[in-house]
């Protein structure tokens, strides 16, 4: 008996992942995309396996805005183990170094002021960072000693939540690239020991936040017919923007491709970057220069 074949459809969208525990974002991109029978997903920043939290999944023309999203600023609440490194830089990993070092309040809030601001941070040798055109962590995995070039990376606010003996409990605002576990690693060592992640969630994504989060299980629930009403429109992922709206005769011009010119007082003269609506529906990213809109991705209808 020949297997019935799911149609895919062609849905458009953002749908904000709280993502589970032990699951890869691939996984979750994949589980979603299932539940939801689209042609097209993608996510805007990848989440540690052990991580939780904030996943925007993008479906459909929401995938022309992911750029957009990925380079929003970003909130991680996090707690620092004390007295051990690992291998991975979080609870996965194995032991590699240890210390009876505790820092106490006083010393951490104190090493707080050097870990903010742009800063030069060395990326785990476990991560996504493509070296010489491999991922670093399958040459990790494969017992290869990486030395990992260091990156400049920006933390605009990095507070202490909570001291403890054993773990600290902290929240930062960073922006794109930074790497939490990182963090932990030189943070740690500047106070003179050694530490790991224990925990991490990531709060929000540029306009996105906890608040707009819905679990898995939660999607599941619902009859298939009612699950795209979970889904935020395309413009949600361009709120960091400026936003022209355009009239029935523009809208037109820019669906084919076309610059159109802008009309009206408040009409601006150039912009770098913006999106166009039309009718609260986005119509296109691109950029106005001489009065006239110039699109560089065009949304299609319907979305």
């Keep these: 008996m ?3 074949k799911r149609q895919k459809r062609n ?16 996984e979750a991109v994949g589980k979603l995309r299932w539940l939801f029978s689209a042609k097209k ?44 490194a690992t291998s991975t830089e979080d609870a996965e990993g194995e032991v590699i170094g240890t210390s009876e070092v505790r820092p106490s ?9 050097r870990f903010t601001g742009t800063i030069s941070q060395v990326p785990p040798a476990y991560s996504a960072i493509k070296i010489d055109g491999a991922r670093a962590y399958d040459r990790a995995r494969a017992g290869e000693q990486l030395e990992m ?15 403890g003996a054993a773990q ?64 935020m429109p395309v413009s949600a992922g361009l709120t960091g923007l400026a936003e ?13 491709g076309n610059p159109a010119l802008l009309t009206g007082a408040g009409a601006p003269i150039a912009l770098d970057e913006c999106w166009a609506s039309h009718r609260g529906q986005a119509v296109a990213i691109g950029f106005v220069e001489k009065g006239q809109f110039n699109p560089t991705r065009v949304i299609l209808p319907g979305t």
């Design 149 to 163: 070039p260091p990156r400049e990376v920006t933390i605009d606010r990095f507070d202490l939540i909570e001291q």
């Design 244 to 256: 022209i709206t355009l009239d029935e005769r523009q809208t037109s011009a820019v669906r084919h």
């Design 105 to 113: 309040e006083a010393d951490v809030l104190a090493q707080l002021p």
């Design 41 to 84: 997903a993608g996510h805007a920043g990848t989440l540690d396996p052990l991580a939780t939290g904030i996943l925007p999944i993008a479906f459909g023309e929401a995938t022309k805005t992911v750029p957009f999203v990925q380079d929003g600023l970003k909130t991680y609440r996090f707690s620092i183990v004390w007295g051990t």
């Design 168 to 231: 600290s409990t902290f929240e930062i605002d960073c922006e794109k690239g930074t790497y939490v576990r990182a963090l932990a690693r030189d943070l740690a060592e500047a106070l003179g020991t050694r530490g790991h992640v224990g925990k991490l969630h990531r709060a929000a994504v540029g306009p996105f936040t906890d608040e707009d989060a819905i679990d898995i299980a939660d999607v599941e629930a619902l009859a298939a017919e009612a699950r795209d009403d979970l889904l």
């Design 11 to 26: 849905i458009s969208g953002w749908l904000i992942l709280n993502k589970p525990f032990d699951v890869s974002s691939t």
């Design 2 to 4: 020949a297997q019935f």
